[in-house]
């Protein structure tokens, strides 16, 4: 089992990346928005959980951000690998990410970061806020959530970096050569 977990700040490309790199292994490409958005559409006891959780204005929590990726593993046993889209965010969900995968025999096999540098992240979100007539990405808010992921993520990255699971690869260009440089760092 190939657990790849695809890092990098907002306007990264890695949604799209994840999408490729899980094409061309055939490997399930899993985004935790994805996953939320379609339990919730979709009526089930956990999709119930997490629309009370976000109609209270609240975040989803760590524990059921990790019982949502257990049930994405456990429901997919044919699966040979996943990519993790954005999860996790924080340190205490790695850990608990680490629990969860040791439970089923299972663990990180590869942390892949995408290196972008701030100006150019900051041309891209509001070209694709314009793009999707997202009013609210301003460059004051799209700064503010590049701080926090920094501020979020820097533990991760030390955290992976001792495990010597994590590797950057630098996300300028175009999407085929990030996309290339990406497969090259993957060892199946």
């Excluded at 999408?19 to 490997?27: D, M």
């Amino acid at each position: 089992m190939f657990n790849l977990i695809l890092f990098g700040p907002p306007g990264a490309g890695k949604g799209t990346q994840a999408i490729k790199i899980a094409e061309k292994f055939g490997w399930k490409h899993v985004s935790t928005g994805d996953i939320l958005r379609a339990e919730v559409s979709q009526g089930t006891p956990l999709g119930l959980k997490v629309k009370a959780v976000m109609e209270a204005g609240h975040l989803v929590s760590d524990e059921l951000l990790i019982e949502i990726m257990e049930s994405v593993f456990v429901n997919n046993p044919a699966v040979m690998g996943f990519v993790l889209d954005g999860f996790p965010r924080t340190l205490n969900q790695a850990r608990e990410l680490d629990k969860m995968l040791l439970k089923h025999g299972q663990g990180v096999t590869l942390v892949l970061a995408l290196e972008v540098n701030e100006e150019e992240l900051i041309k891209r979100l509001l070209k694709r806020a314009e793009e999707q007539g997202r009013k609210d990405d301003t460059e004051e808010v799209i700064k503010n959530r590049l701080v926090q992921y920094h501020h979020h993520t820097k533990p991760l990255i030390e955290y992976y970096i001792e495990q010597n699971l994590y590797k950057e690869v630098y996300g300028v260009g175009t999407i085929e050569d990030i996309f290339g440089q990406l497969c090259s760092v993957i060892k199946p």
